[in-house]
């Protein structure tokens, strides 16, 4: 399995559509200081079902959305495609292609699709967490994250642990179960 592509439409300083491709093996992204890089890792996360503002950088969830520049207006959503290639089947699903689809709408609306078809944001967990990407996957490392690891308390060790298990996915179910 890797990333094959990730195509930004209106998502933060990408007003016009931006698809960046993907190689098997390393890619850098350069740009001077504030060319719009971390927007792009934030883009990864947020296709991802990132759900904190915090996390995007944002103070709120619609920060995401192309917020205007002085020649050219704010826009309504913001869109993120990823292409993933599953040829190995590394994730649940039957297709030897998988894009996952985040849409937002400043009214607060959002949408998620898998290969074109509308889903639930449920559906995105289910389908990245078994595959060890996706949300709190610590696939993407931050920085003063790996602080955050070495000082953990023994709950947040265990997190870790049942993380990389993956029991989390089956916990978090549970939880969910119960609260009903
Ligand atoms: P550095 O090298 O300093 O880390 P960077 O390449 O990572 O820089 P980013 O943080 O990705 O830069 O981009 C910051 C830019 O994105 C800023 O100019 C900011 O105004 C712009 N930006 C962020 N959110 C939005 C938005 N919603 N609408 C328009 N522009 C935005
Ligand atoms: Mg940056």
Same mark, same amino acid.
């Given at each position: 399995?890797?990333?094959?592509?990730?195509?930004?439409?209106?998502?933060?300083?990408?007003?016009?559509?931006?698809?960046?491709?993907?190689?098997?093996?390393?890619?850098?992204?350069?740009?001077?200081?504030?060319?719009?890089?971390?927007?792009?890792?934030?883009?990864?996360?947020?296709?991802?079902?990132?759900?904190?503002?915090?996390?995007?950088?944002?103070?709120?969830?619609?920060?995401?959305?192309?917020?205007?520049?002085? =020649?050219?207006? *704010?826009?309504?959503? /913001? #869109? !993120?495609? @990823? &292409?993933?290639?599953?040829?190995? =089947?590394?994730? *649940?699903?039957?297709? /030897? #292609? !998988?894009? @996952? &689809?985040?849409?937002?709408?400043?009214?607060?609306?959002?949408?998620?699709?898998?290969?074109?078809?509308?889903?639930?944001?449920?559906?995105?967990?289910?389908?990245?967490?078994?595959?060890?990407?996706?949300?709190?996957?610590?696939?993407?490392?931050?920085?003063?994250?790996?602080?955050?690891?070495?000082?953990?308390?023994?709950?947040?060790?265990?997190?870790?642990?049942?993380?990389?298990?993956?029991?989390?996915?089956?916990?978090?179910?549970?939880?969910?179960?119960?609260?009903?």
């Amino acid at each position: 399995m890797h990333l094959k592509a990730l195509t930004l439409r209106g998502f933060k300083s990408f007003a016009s559509a931006t698809t960046l491709r993907f190689e098997p093996g390393i890619t850098c992204v350069v740009g001077p200081n504030g060319s719009g890089k971390s927007n792009v890792v934030d883009a990864l996360s947020w296709v991802m079902g990132e759900q904190g503002a915090k996390s995007l950088r944002g103070g709120k969830m619609e920060d995401v959305i192309f917020a205007g520049t002085t =020649g050219r207006p *704010p826009l309504g959503r /913001a #869109e !993120v495609s @990823l &292409t993933i290639d599953n040829s190995d =089947g590394a994730l *649940p699903i039957e297709y /030897a #292609e !998988v894009t @996952l &689809t985040r849409i937002m709408f400043r009214n607060g609306g959002s949408e998620y699709q898998i290969n074109g078809d509308t889903c639930r944001l449920l559906d995105f967990q289910e389908l990245l967490s078994d595959s060890g990407i996706g949300r709190e996957m610590h696939v993407i490392v931050g920085q003063g994250q790996l602080d955050s690891v070495l000082h953990a308390d023994p709950m947040g060790r265990r997190a870790f642990i049942e993380e990389a298990a993956g029991v989390l996915k089956h916990r978090k179910r549970k939880e969910k179960a119960l609260r009903k």
